[in-house]
């Protein structure tokens, strides 16, 4: 009996920290998936350009406007995509207009890419609108993916309460506490007896002297010259 207990201790020791392996593994998976959805992404991005700016071109829309309008197209869907994603960040919801723009922005470039396909049949639409339909899901998988890795921090465990003294302790020290609390004076000012010193003359005329003069004389700020003055009036 005490082999076997023995040998599933053993055991039990050899088996690895499953939490501690997981929170390894958790960010070699976001990284790596990451890293596929934008790759992925960038290859649609790119062929769906080519597909909306051989369309531009061939509608009226040479040179530099044809080489800048289907930056439009797929900028609506990023721009829509990342107004959601800071509204989600901030626990809101997201403005109607953020989603009007993704679902235009989805909606016109997967447009352009079908246009740029339907000359070669229904296949041939389906072949060329897939780039677009492509970058949508990356660029929302990648949104997902940054949505959900911000996590609040969980707060700190708060350690383990020491027991609880008893009522009368807890009265006793609370009242140790106000005692010293009521018997210790603040420490005097030095500067007032030099304050004393200097307006000596001031002083035994029965006037006080200023702020400014205090300030002055003794470089000192604002309100310690306050404080020095209403010793002086106090000691008066």
Sequence with gaps: MARRVGTRSRRRGRRPD???????????????????????????????????????????????????????????????????????????????????????GIGATVAVNVLHGVAHGPVGSVIAAWPAITLVVAVE????????????????????????????EQSVQEDESVTESETEAPAPDPLVATARDRFGETLATGAMPSVRALRRELRIGYPRAVRVREALAAGA
């Design 18 to 104: 499953r939490p501690r392996a997981c929170r390894r593994v958790r960010p070699m998976i976001r990284a790596s998936t990451a890293a596929v959805v934008v790759g992925i992404g960038a290859i649609a991005a790119y062929i769906s350009y080519r597909h909306a700016l051989d369309v531009a071109t061939a509608h009226g829309e040479p040179g530099a406007t044809g080489r800048l309008v289907p930056l439009t197209v797929d900028g609506l869907v990023y721009v829509a995509s990342m107004v959601m994603l800071d509204a989600a960040r901030r626990r809101v919801q997201a403005p109607a207009l953020a989603r009007f723009a993704l679902v235009l």
């Design 141 to 168: 998988l990648l949104m997902g993916m940054i949505r959900r890795g911000h996590v609040d921090p969980a707060p700190a465990p708060s350690p383990a309460a020491p027991a609880v003294a008893s009522m009368d």
